[in-house]
């Protein structure tokens, strides 16, 4: 109920620092200058008129225009409730809630909040206004399908058309179709002309158009192929920053791998240009940086000096940074795609669009005419890229969305009011899964497993793989796990080209890893974590920190775990707390015995292990069942198994099909095992399983019955 969700957001109220009221309204009147300038700004009346009259206004505008600052806070003055704007990136969420609250006056989380994934920093009865990511949005409506804390949703970036936002406009359209909430008003936002779509959907909505001041971009194609994109990409800066007049550059490449490759060589490089040329500072964007990073790329560089943004698709529309001048463009992107006949979603590297191409294009062209340098030919660009990029909910994993329906009540998906119907075969392959995975029973009803899951926000498999380890009682090392598999990047490849540091790096590796060396790289996380919370339990951190270079492991990748460890352990007992299965003393029972099982172990009370506590390594002795934690991540991903084979080969065993142990894996190289469960699947040259764990034959069997009498079928033995 709504008191339970308060208590939680209470628990992160963030607090403001210690910035003035007379500083904020100073900075809040310097903006102003500039957000008058703004063609959103010029409109204001207008717009105010249309979501007066309107129950539903679709808005589109240049990207940069001012819509996702602005037209939220417009409404803000005569809104009796919360306004909320969703994102579909987390990233585009904090850096707008940290720029509108400056404009506004007022300390981040106050007035003008944000609420991603987590981190809460808004406050249920001081914000006015939230900048959210879409899936929080969604737990927001089933929690309560009328929304009856909001005044207004916005959602922004439509034409992005993620799952998410495909499925809260469809939701939306229930709201508006049950006139349940004739004042709640409803503001579609797009960069893309194409948003008749959103119009014809809410029965003709009126459209505004809003149009920016746009210059001409004069457009380069290399010839032919690229061979080596990261090097490309580095050439061509530094031929832009050699040959063109001042401005800043921004570039696209699809990954964080590629940018941070791009940035650390374009910064050793820039130290040594000749003096005649701008010194070149090169910053990352991408979701996964923090915010001072991010508020980095907004920061002037001192002048003679050239700012190159070496950017995800993220500042293709969600993000204008002012300067740029020139833009390179890899003219791909990474999309995360769901791949019906492996059952597994994975970050695919795939062309953008002709759309994107010139979205792209186009952030060079903002404040004077500027330049695009594509790295593809004329030639492609014209036969080969898309016109438009395939919705999301086209190409990807909807199994969550399924569940959300399913519990909300909508039984037959097939005829919901989708926005676009992410066809058959998706719906039903989703409902497999969730019946595979104990979310949905023989009737296709949710099952309690089924709404626990749907109240936690995180990938299904991974809500099933913490519940079991509740009733195993081993949730403390598998939250533990969770949360260093919910960073990006923790475990840093050591280059691939010095084979000697690696297998060093790996040996020493394997000295902090007794039980991962044996069962796989879930173990080694375990074991790796709680090394270094114990170094992070001292004074100073110098000591973590060096580990952590030594080993190549991420120390700020650490952090966030121990941040989403907290997290993890929250959104538990907030399941517990919202479980409207159990009786009010079996809740209370439930939570203690969760508190037990996670602060039961050293790390979160602060009392230091006494020394014959801990072993050599330093790592606490109490053992862990192995096999109990391995069991319960089985039972989120049963499908990610393969069967070992006499010549060390492995066999996928829903399918039969080939797969090799990665060499990133602890188990790479390893004979007799019998079975191996992997948490993702990659395809190079051959299929590869990555972050491998060994399984047992007995626990396949235990865990699944069926799943070894198919994989004996279709394996053919
Ligand atoms: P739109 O939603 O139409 O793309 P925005 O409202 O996001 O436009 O951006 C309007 C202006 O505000 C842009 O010029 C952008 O550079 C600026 N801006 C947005 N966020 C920030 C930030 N975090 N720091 C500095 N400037 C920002």
Redesign the pocket.
Same mark, same amino acid.
Request: hydrophobic share 35%; glycine share 12%.
């Given at each position: 109920d709504s008191s339970d969700v308060e208590d939680y957001e209470m628990t992160n109220f963030f607090q403001p620092h210690g910035k003035n009221k007379a500083e904020l309204v100073r900075k809040a009147t310097e903006l102003l200058k500039a957000r008058k300038t703004?063609p @959103?700004f010029q409109h204001k009346d207008q717009i105010l008129h249309y979501i007066e009259e309107n129950q539903v206004t679709v808005i589109i505008?240049? $990207?940069?225009?001012?819509? /996702? *600052?602005?037209i939220p806070q417009f409404l803000m003055p005569n809104s009796k409730k919360q306004i909320a704007v969703t994102q579909p990136r987390r990233v585009a969420a904090v /850096?707008?809630a !940290?720029?509108v609250s400056e404009e506004y006056g007022c300390s981040l989380g106050s007035e003008v909040g944000y609420q991603v994934r987590f981190s809460n920093v808004s406050h249920p009865k001081v914000t006015k206004m939230k900048y959210l990511t879409d899936g929080m949005l969604l737990r927001e409506i089933m929690i309560d399908q009328e929304l009856k804390k909001y005044s207004t949703i916005v959602i922004?970036e439509a034409h992005e058309r993620t799952i998410l936002t495909d499925l809260i406009i469809g939701f939306l359209k229930q709201i508006v179709l049950s006139k349940k909430r004739p004042d709640l008003k409803i503001i579609v936002?797009s !960069?893309t002309l194409n948003a008749e779509l959103f119009s014809r959907f809410f029965n003709h909505a009126p459209i505004l158009y809003i149009e920016g001041k746009t210059y001409p971009v004069s457009k380069y194609y290399l010839p032919e192929k690229v061979e080596d994109l990261v090097d490309t990409m580095i050439r061509t800066i530094l031929h832009v920053n050699m040959t063109e007049p001042e401005g800043d550059l921004l570039c696209f490449l699809p990954g964080q791998e590629e940018i941070d490759n791009c940035v650390s060589v374009l910064n050793q490089i820039g130290q040594q240009l000749p003096k005649d040329m701008p010194s070149i500072v090169a910053l990352p964007l991408y979701a996964a940086l923090n915010s001072a990073q991010q /508020?980095a790329i907004?920061q002037k560089v001192p002048h003679g000096k050239r700012k190159v943004i070496i950017a995800t698709n993220v500042a293709e *529309?969600s993000? $204008? @940074?002012?300067g740029v001048k020139y833009v390179i463009d890899s003219g791909l992107r990474k999309v995360k795609a769901w791949r019906h006949q492996l059952g597994l979603s994975t970050l695919l590297t795939t062309p953008i669009s002709q759309a994107s191409a010139k979205q792209r294009a186009g952030r060079a062209g903002r404040e004077c005419p500027g330049k695009v340098f594509r790295l593809y030919s004329e030639d492609v660009f014209l036969k080969q890229l898309p016109k438009e990029q395939e919705p999301e909910i086209v190409r990807n994993d909807i199994i969550l969305p399924v569940l959300t329906l399913k519990k909300l009540g909508i039984d037959d998906l097939l005829t919901w009011s989708w926005l676009e119907h992410p066809g058959e075969q998706s719906i039903i392959s989703a409902l497999s899964t969730l019946y595979t995975l104990g979310a949905l029973n023989d009737n296709g009803e949710v099952t309690a497993l089924g709404q626990k899951i749907s109240v936690l926000p995180l990938p299904p498999q991974l809500s099933v793989v913490l519940l079991h380890a509740f009733e195993n009682g081993v949730l403390g090392p598998v939250i533990d796990i969770a949360s260093c598999l919910s960073v990006d990047n923790l475990i840093l490849n050591v280059s691939g080209n010095n084979a000697e540091l690696r297998d060093d790096v790996n040996f020493r590796r394997q000295s902090y890893s007794l039980m991962g060396t044996s069962m796989g790289d879930l173990m080694s996380l375990y074991e790796f974590f709680s090394h270094f919370k114990e170094l992070i339990k001292k004074k100073d951190s110098s000591e973590a920190k060096s580990w952590c270079k030594e080993l190549f492991f991420s120390f700020r990748g650490f952090k966030n775990a121990l941040k989403i460890r907290t997290q993890l352990k929250e959104y538990m007992l907030f399941g517990i707390k919202q479980d409207s299965w159990l009786k009010p003393h079996e809740k209370e029972q439930h939570m203690r015995n969760l508190r037990v099982q996670v602060e039961g172990d050293s790390i979160s009370n602060d009392t230091a292990l006494s020394d014959d506590e801990l072993t050599d390594t330093g790592s606490p002795k109490r053992s862990v069942d192995t096999s109990l934690v391995l069991k319960s991540f089985l039972k989120g991903y049963l499908t990610n198994t393969a069967i070992g084979m006499p010549d060390r080969s492995y066999r996928i065993c829903t399918t039969g099909m080939p797969i090799s142990i990665h060499p990133s894996s602890m188990l790479f190289g390893k004979s007799g095992i019998d079975a191996i469960m992997y948490l993702e699947y990659v395809y190079t040259s051959k299929s590869y399983a990555r972050n491998c764990s060994a399984v047992k034959l007995e626990w396949l069997q235990e865990v699944s019955p069926n799943l070894l009498a198919q994989s004996k079928e279709s394996i053919g033995d």
């Open positions: 703004l @959103v505008g240049e $990207t940069g225009s001012g819509k /996702s *600052t602005q /850096s707008l !940290a720029r922004d936002m !960069a /508020s907004f *529309t993000i $204008t @940074v002012s």
